[in-house]
């Protein structure tokens, strides 16, 4: 089954209680002490796995070109939408995140949720990380989270989790899959529907799969792609990174190309 066809209605519904300011807030302060991008400059920074462009937007509202990028047509639509209410210039892309294809190189990536997580392979990992740094400028920035494999394992497991709003609800349901590290997610969707009466619900249902990453693969991806490591904390309490920690926050940059006059041997 697709991911985030019928989801992407009630996604940011279920999504309330995540704090998007604080991740805009602690992407703006990376990029101010890492990055080169400056606000209101022009700089195009790009949101992978952007969803209905919540992080998006607040970056374009601090003074960034927003550039959009997601897999699901669902989502963007939502994306498009919340950019026409907010009358901002962000150009959103529907494309996968493996096979990245820009106009020009840019000085920022931005990835934050789970979009990480849903590269289900180190192969895709790698081709992603490659991507990025192939549309990076010299000294360009990646900042982006992932969800630890600590968390789908040891924390979430088995659990079935289920939530009750007045015009839609869920259950999820999770089975760890530890041979490859995966975890399934089947959802199960009730939302009103208007159209049909006041109190009659559709049922939908979907099927996530996402892998669990430890911070030494992520880091060796990366490395391998061509990029130094730059950063690194626990996104829920911005402190170090801990074995416990859940959700891990790191920059890294794209070093300067080699300078083809230099000699080696001098």
């Known amino acids: 089954m697709e991911s985030y066809t019928n989801f992407a209605e009630v996604y940011d519904t279920f999504m309330d209680q995540t704090s998007y300011e604080d ?30 462009g919540k992080l998006t937007e607040l970056l374009a509202e601090a003074g960034f070109h927003m550039l959009g990028i997601d897999l699901s047509p669902d989502m963007l639509n939502i994306a498009m939408g919340r950019k026409l209410d907010q ?27 789970d979009s990480i997580n849903y590269l289900l392979s ?19 920035i ?52 208007p159209s049909a009466g006041e109190n009659l ?18 880091r060796k991806a990366a490395e391998e792609a061509g990029f130094e490591w730059v950063f690194q904390m626990d996104s829920d309490s911005r402190q170090e990174v801990t074995k416990d920690s859940e959700r891990i926050m790191a920059v890294i940059r794209k070093g300067p190309a080699p300078d083809p006059e230099r000699n080696d041997e001098e």
């Open 23 to 52: 991740w805009a807030d602690d992407v703006l302060l990376l990029m101010t002490r890492f990055g080169t991008a400056r606000r209101g400059e022009g700089d195009t920074v790009v949101d992978l796995g952007c969803g209905t």
């Open 87 to 113: 009358g901002h210039d962000t150009v959103y892309i529907c494309q996968d995140i493996r096979e990245l294809e820009l106009a020009e190189p840019v000085s920022t990536f931005v990835s934050v949720g």
């Open 122 to 140: 180190p192969e895709d990992l790698g081709r992603m990380f490659r991507g990025v740094c192939s549309y990076l400028k010299d000294e360009g």
């Open 142 to 193: 990646f900042i982006f989270d992932f969800k630890t494999l600590h968390l789908y394992r040891d924390v979430i497991g088995d659990a079935t989790i289920a939530e009750d709003r007045e015009d839609c609800s869920f259950i999820w349901d999770n089975w760890f899959h530890k041979k490859n590290n995966i975890n399934e997610y089947d959802l199960t969707l009730f939302i009103r529907d």
């Open 201 to 218: 619900f559709r049922k939908f249902e979907e099927v996530h799969y996402q892998r669990g990453y430890t911070l030494k693969e992520i």
